[in-house]
C-alpha cells in the first residue's frame, strides 16, 4: 500500500480529491472552496492600513489559514514520508524547449537551477520569485479568486464570469510560456 | 456609524473580489477550525504526489505537452458540479444542521485583466496560490519569497483597487 502511495498519483486520483474538496467545506461548515483569499486575509490581519478593502472581519475566515497551513503540513508529510526516488518525468518536448533554458535539473518537482536561495539576488530571483509572485498576488485578488476560488468552485456552480476568469488565466498563461519566457531567458544568456 | 451597520458594511467589504467565503452564521470555539486543517493535510499530500505543486507540469500544460494538468482539473470541475448538485438536489445540511448557501457570482472586468496578470505568474512561478503553500511544505524554502511577494501584490491591489478598470 505505501509502495503505491509513494509512487506519483495519477491524475484521476488527485482530480477526485481535490473535486471532493469542494463538497468536504460546504458539508463541514458552509465554506466556499478558495485559496488566494487567505493572501488577503494575512493582509487584513497584519497590515490593513485603513484600506476599505482589508477592514472586515478576518477572523471570521481564519478557518482558511487553517486550511492552507493544512497544505504546507500535508506537503511536507508527503515530501517527507511518501517520497518517490526516482526523478520528474516530464514530456520530452517539454524537457528538450527547457534544455536551451539551461534547466537541467530534474531530481525534484522545481527545477534546482532555479528555484534555489543563490538566486535570489540575482535578476532570475527578481523575476521568477518577486515578479511572479507579485503578479499572483495581484492577478488573483483583481481577478476575485484563483485556480481553486473560480475554475473549481466556480465552473463547479456553474457561474459563466469563472468561466470567463480560468479563460483569462490560461490566455496568460500561454502568452507567459511561450512568448514572455523565451524572451526572458534570451535575456540571461 | 452603530455597531450593526458596521458589520453590515465588514460583512460586504468580505464578499468583494472573493469567491471563498465563510458562509456559516454560527460561531465556534477555535478547534472548530482543526477539520479544515485536516482537509487541508490531504490536500497538500495530494498536490505534492501528483506533482500539481511542479514549476515543470505547469510548463507541460502551457506548451500543451502532456494531458495531466488538464486531467487533473477537469475531474476536479467534474466530481466537484456533481458533488454540488447532490447538495442542492437533497438539500443536504451541513454538519451542524445549516442549510448550505450558494450565491451566484457577479461578472466585473476584473476577471478579465486580473486573470490575464495572474495567468502570466503561474507560467512564471509554476504556483497558483495554493501550490505556493505546498511548495513551502514540499522542501522548497526558496518560495516563501515568492508567497511574500504574493502577499504583498494583493495589498498594492487592496491599496489601488479603487483606480483600477473593473
Known sequence: MIELLKQPWHWSVAGVIIGLTVPALLLLGNKKFGISSSLRHICAACLPANIPFFKYNWKKEIWNLFFVAGIAIGAFVAANFLQDPDSVKVADATRQALSEYGIQDYSRLLPADLFNWDNLFTWKGFIFFIVGGFLVGFGTRYAGGCTSGHSIMGL?????????????FMVGGFASTNLLLPLIFQWFK | MTNKEKQLQQEDMRHIDAMCTNESELQHPWWHNLKYLAVGVLFGITFVKAEVISWFRIQEMFRLHSFHMYGVIGTAVVVGAISVLLIKYFKLPTLYGEQVHFEDKKFDKGVIYGGLIFGIGWAITGACPGPLFAQIGGGFSIVLVTLF??????????????????
Open chain 1, 156 to 168: 463547479s456552480t456553474l457561474q459563466w464570469p469563472s468561466l470567463v476568469a480560468t479563460i483569462s
Open chain 2, 149 to 166: 511577494s504574493a502577499i504583498a501584490g494583493t495589498w498594492v491591489y487592496g491599496a489601488f483597487r479603487d483606480k483600477l478598470p473593473h
